[in-house]
């Protein structure tokens, strides 16, 4: 797998000392392409963490990336001020020889960032303390971009959580039928058409104002916050590729969807992914506890309608990949895509059956 690209010659754009040593796959996205760049410097071995930017779908690199400086730069002052360590609490972008942010090497898009030493994402919530130090990563991460000037930022991906615009998408991918599967999937298509009358729930307010449109996150997973090897407190957010005007609902709904989760995203036994309402509870307290001081009440009651959205809009994305042919996101295997959209429509059931109660918690 190591030989994917020549990364040989691409780390050589970069401002980096040392002997090139070895680039190996790391990391579980499912958009950009990341490696764990090993070089030897003076005898030491030292990482840096180098991703492919999936310029498909960035299609302007130049745009994300001045995103990405500008946030990362307002990241680095924050944790400087409070006294915290700069490289290990922020992400930290590693320039070209050329003082670029990203270097583009034949057709593609590359950039690196210093790697985070002692540190570990996960892919499951082992317990509620962990999920609950998640929860006050993303809520101190919203409650410091409350002070960033939106008007800086491109809006990277436009639509991105516009659940009415997923829908309609979804609805062309059905009608496209580019890869054959439509008939397989003639239940699931009917699941997404039967719930599609929760589009409009978060949307719509937001349209009107009743919930305030705020810098975000827009890709809260567990798996984008760094927790500390030794005290497993986090450390810092990361894959900030889509932080942009936004609605706190979908950042703490995303969340939920894929951390209360009692099983993997892709798991394709059913019978092992629920709801799980522990959970729910742990990441309300610490979102609540870094957010609380600013949000409004309109977004405190429209949390659980986040995760119901998030969960829905995310199921309905893959089931829409898997009818274009799997082109979105990396599978690894045959139907992929559909086992992660089983996981998350079964995910929405569970969670509209306990609605009221997840509504009572959220404003009590
Ligand atoms: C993608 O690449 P990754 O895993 O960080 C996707 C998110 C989805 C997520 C589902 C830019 O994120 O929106 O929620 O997969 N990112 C983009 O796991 O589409
Ligand atoms: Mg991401």
Redesign the pocket.
């Known amino acids: 797998m190591s030989n994917e690209y020549d990364f040989e010659k691409v780390y050589k754009f970069f401002d980096i000392d040392g002997e090139y040593v070895s680039c190996e796959r790391c990391g579980e996205?499912?958009?950009n392409g990341t490696f764990c760049l090993t070089v030897n410097e003076n005898g030491a071995q030292k990482h840096y963490l180098l991703q492919r930017i999936n310029n498909h779908?960035f299609t302007d690199v130049e745009k994300l990336m001045h995103n990405i400086e500008l946030i990362t730069d307002f990241c680095r002052e924050s944790v400087i001020s409070r006294g915290g360590d700069p490289m290990r609490e922020c992400m930290n972008i590693v320039r070209t020889k050329e003082g670029k942010t990203y270097c583009l090497y034949g057709k593609d898009y590359f950039r690196v960032y210093v790697f985070i030493e002692n540190a570990t994402t996960l892919q499951i919530v082992r317990n509620a303390e962990d999920f609950y130090q998640s929860a006050v990563a993303f809520g101190n991460f919203a409650a410091l971009l409350s002070d960033f000037d939106a008007s800086k930022l491109y809006e990277i991906?436009p639509n991105f959580h516009n659940t009415v615009v997923r829908y309609e998408n979804f609805l062309k991918s059905v009608e496209r039928n580019a890869a054959g599967r439509r008939d397989e999937v003639s239940a699931e298509i009917e699941w997404v058409k039967k719930h599609s009358y929760l589009c409009n729930k978060i949307v719509d307010k937001i349209a009107s104002g009743e919930i305030p449109l705020r810098v975000t996150h827009n890709?809260t997973?567990l798996n984008n916050v760094m927790l500390d090897d030794k005290t497993g407190k986090p450390l810092a957010v990361i894959?900030l590729?889509?932080v942009m005007p936004g609605s706190l609902c979908y950042d703490f709904g995303?969340s939920i969807r894929f951390g209360c989760n009692s099983a993997a995203?892709d798991e394709p036994d059913l019978s092992k992914a629920y709801f799980r309402m522990d959970m729910y509870k742990a990441y309300l307290k610490g979102y609540l506890s870094a957010v609380g001081g600013f949000i409004t009440d309109a977004e405190k009651e429209n949390f659980p309608m986040g995760a119901v959205l998030m969960t829905y809009e995310?199921g309905m994305r893959f089931l829409a990949d898997y009818l274009d042919g799997d082109v979105y996101?990396g599978i690894h295997r045959e139907k992929h895509n559909l086992d992660r959209a089983h996981t998350q429509f079964k995910l929405v059931e569970d969670m509209l059956s306990v609605y009221d109660e997840m509504l009572e918690l959220a404003t009590k």
Do not use: P
Request: hydrophobic share 30%; net charge negative.
């Open positions: 996205g499912h958009i779908l991906l890709d997973k894959d590729d889509t995303d995203e995310c996101f």
